[in-house]
């Protein structure tokens, strides 16, 4: 059984995906397992993955139903006693897997882990602005106006989703957003501040470029938090 279970969805990204799987395969951190999720692609996905597949490594097909269904069921099949998340656009540094364990271990109180990230857009590194600037701690209120944590860069215990929840299918993006919240709400962050991802934007399929109601979203889970709250479904 695996310390680390690694999870990318992934859907009609044969063009990216191989960057992101040989990230993985490159940790310097060796106890992990890697979850491929295949949201029903309709392209080379299935070829190009199926050389790497091994004891350490699994496909699964699904219908295509969605980012949150994809990871919640490399979720439901992990084994590892921690699950990381890398998005199929992105990739991992050597050390990233390495690092955040002996942060753990030095923390062993944290449930949840993330690192600063390094953005590529269009093939060149961009810096980010202030107000994406990454924190650690308790920090549900620094969460709120805005996505704080890449998917990409975050290490959780299986514990924490046994506690909040997984990933809402109903929010078509912001769904990380949204459990970052819930998340955050229950349990204090640790954060590296060395880039240990790279990712990358400006892609035509990405989803933020291809719905544009982000706000909508931030808003539905502010305000049905607030209705748990009140009525004390969550403490």
Known sequence: MAKVSVIIPTHNRAHMLKRAIESV?????EDWELLIIDDGSTDTTQELVRPYLNEKIHYVFQDNCGVSVARNRGI?????EWIALLDSDDEWTKTKLEKQMDYLSQAPHLKVVHTQEQ???HGKKVNQMKKHQKYGGWIFEKCLPLCLISPSS??????????????????IVCED?????????????GY???????????HEDQLSRRYKAMDYYRVK???????????KEVK
Do not use: N
């Open 177 to 189: 957003y949204d459990l970052w919240l819930r998340m955050t709400l229950h349990f204090e962050v």
């Open 154 to 171: 975050v290490m959780i215990h299986r514990e924490v989703f046994e506690r909040v929840g997984r990933f809402d299918p109903e929010f």
């Open 76 to 80: 439901e099949k992990a084994r590892g």
């Open 25 to 29: 395969c490159r940790q310097s951190f």
């Open 221 to 231: 889970s502010i305000a049905r938090l607030m209705d748990q709250i009140a009525t």
């Open 119 to 121: 953005w590529i857009r």
């Open 192 to 202: 590296l501040e060395e880039a240990l991802i790279y990712k990358y934007g400006g």
